[in-house]
Nanobody, 120 residues
Framework: QVQLVESGGGLVQPGGSLRLSCAAS????????MGWYRQAPGKQRELVAV???????NYASSVKGRFTISRDNAKNTVYLQMNSLKPEDTADYYC??????????????WGQGTLVTVSS
């Protein structure tokens, strides 16, 4: 069994910063891509940022230059540093990882989500 546990969401004022963390645990052999998605009320879930196992990153145009994704492979953890936050960044943020388990199955795993609210 494999799970992702997110932390770091909360309420922040416009222009502020937050750092999200997502730790993978369980029967993990290796982790390929790790990413962050978000879903605002009444909208579809969208990709925010993704990072490959060798550190290549890709961002949604709406967050490029403000958000930074990184990972610590030794800790099976991915981070999302969010700066210059805007009200339109308000959403539930979900971590996703493509994991090879110790029984050689590939699983796409989602975290439970963490709420980020940007408001004055």
């Amino acid at each position: 069994q494999v799970q992702l546990v997110e932390s770091g969401g909360g309420l922040v004022q416009p222009g502020g910063s937050l750092r999200l963390s997502c730790a993978a645990s369980g029967s993990i052999s290796s982790i390929n891509n790790m990413g962050w998605y978000r879903q605002a009320p009444g909208k579809q879930r969208e990709l925010v940022a993704v990072i490959t196992s060798d550190g290549t990153t890709n961002y949604a145009s709406s967050v490029k230059g403000r958000f930074t994704i990184s990972r610590d492979n030794a800790k099976n953890t991915v981070y999302l540093q969010m700066n210059s936050l805007k009200p339109e960044d308000t959403a539930d943020y979900y971590c996703n990882a493509y994991i090879l388990t110790t029984v050689y199955r590939y699983l796409a795993v989602w975290g439970q989500g963490t709420l980020v609210t940007v408001s004055s």
